[in-house]
C-alpha cells in the first residue's frame, strides 16, 4: 500500500498501545518493527526493561535508552520503532530527532483512566512505578508531566481512546499518508 518509508517513531505512555499497534503499522508500511524496551534492557545486561529499570535505576535506564535509540537510528534502515514512555524525557533525545529529521514521531495519546484500565488487565509487576505511587496510581500525574512534551514533540497525534489496535493502527497510517502527501 505504501513505498518504502522514512523511520516512524511511536511515543506515548505505558499501555497506549505502542508495541501493538507498532507491529501492525510496520507491516503495513513493509518496515521491520523495533520494540526500543528489549535493547535498552539488552544495553544493560537485563532480561528485561522492568528489570534494568529496578536494578540499574532511572537515570542509567534513560542513558541506555538513549544509545539504543541512537544505534538503531545510525542502522539507517527504515524501521516502525515503539519508544519506552520515558523515552522522550532521556538525555540527548531532542538531539537525536535533531539528527535524524526524516523520522515521524507519533504520539498514540490516551487519557489516564484509559492507561489504567488497560494497564488493570495487565501485569503491573512487570511496569515499575516511576512515582512511588503504585502503577495504577500514578497514571494521572505522569500523563500531566509528559503530554506536554510528547505533544510538543510528535508530528503526528493518534487519539486512541476507544480504538481497537487495529483501528489505530489504521488511523496513524492514513494519517502518515496525509502528511507524506504534503510535504
Known amino acids: 500500500m505504501f513505498p ?13 498501545g505502542k508495541s501493538t499497534v ?54 539507517s534502515a527504515p524501521a516502525v520503532i515503539a519508544l519506552g514512555g520515558g523515552t522522550p524525557t532521556a538525555p540527548g533525545f531532542a538531539q537525536l530527532l535533531a539528527d535524524y529529521p526524516d523520522a515521524t514521531l507519533i504520539y498514540l495519546r490516551a487519557t489516564p483512566t484509559t492507561l489504567r484500565a488497560r494497564l488493570a488487565n495487565t501485569d503491573t509487576a512487570s ?34 481512546d476507544g480504538l481497537s489496535e487495529s483501528d489505530a493502527a489504521a488511523r496513524a497510517l492514513s494519517e502518515l499518508a496525509s502528511r507524506r502527501q504534503t510535504s
Open 4 to 16: 518504502l518509508q522514512p523511520t516512524v517513531l511511536l511515543i506515548g505512555l505505558r499501555a497506549s
Open 22 to 75: 507498532g507491529p501492525l503499522v510496520a507491516a503495513e508500511l513493509r518496515l521491520p518493527f523495533i520494540d526500543l524496551d528489549p535493547l535498552t534492557a539488552q544495553e544493560l545486561g537485563e532480561s528485561s526493561a522492568a528489570k534494568a529499570f529496578l536494578t540499574k535505576g532511572q537515570a542509567a535506564f534513560r542513558m541506555a535508552e538513549s544509545t539504543a535509540l541512537s544505534r538503531v537510528l545510525q542502522s
Open 127 to 160: 511496569r515499575p512505578s516511576l512515582t512511588g505511587k503504585g502503577t495504577l496510581d500514578e497514571m494521572a500525574e505522569v500523563f500531566a508531566a509528559r503530554d506536554p512534551l510528547y505533544r510538543a514533540l510528535a508530528h503526528l497525534e493518534i487519539a486512541v
